[in-house]
């Protein structure tokens, strides 16, 4: 594993972290990993297999199990679960606020921190996260922590499912999104915090290419 790059990108919900980690790994061909959308998923499988959010032995054992794939496409990235294309279902704040309180487990985690280290393979590997810098790939050679106000990141939040078609109500939006802030940066095991040896860049007034093409001048790609 010592031999293989690695570029790390932590931050919060709708910071832009999956975007640009999404756009660097299709333009090296290294591999990928939505460390978010494991939680993600695992949430959404407890509450399709109908286990309590507070039943950790459960949900230790779901993680240990977990039948997941990701599969990067030219636009965008599959997640299957047991077979089933979920990329849609774990995308709501419902599933993003059920997989923070999972991710809060600290034996959950445990269950779920080799696996994600498996995803690092030859050439390389790109991962977004919340502590992907700090916990699961400690040793990086590549760290970036990418963030944005709460506002900005709910206004996209916004836009995403509008485009969609769903409704939503921008100062719930606000208010989900920094209750989560609050839960993952306070959570004993595994804050969300920027990895001392990152690269901290805040995403507020920057467009997608402009962080682009910062990650990409900090890793000299």
Known sequence: MADIPVLT?????GSGKGTIAQMIARELGWHYLDSGAIYRVLAFASLKHQIPALDENSLVQLAQTLDLQFHLDDDRLNVLLEGEEVSQQIRTEKAGNAAS????????RAALLQR???????????TDGRDMGT???PDAQFKVFL??????????????????????NLSDLITEISERD???SE?????????TDALILDSTELGIAAVYEKVCSYCAI
């Open 135 to 137: 916990v699961v790939f």
């Open 182 to 184: 609050k839960r993952d």
């Open 116 to 126: 994600q280290r498996d995803f690092c393979q030859q050439p390389g590997l790109v």
């Open 147 to 168: 963030t944005a106000s709460a506002e900005e990141r709910a206004l996209r939040r916004y836009k995403q499912l509008k485009e969609k078609g769903i409704e939503s």
């Open 9 to 13: 990108i932590d931050g919060p919900s």
């Open 187 to 195: 959570r004993k095991v595994a804050p969300l915090l920027p990895a």
């Open 101 to 108: 309180k999972v991710a809060a487990i600290p034996a959950v």
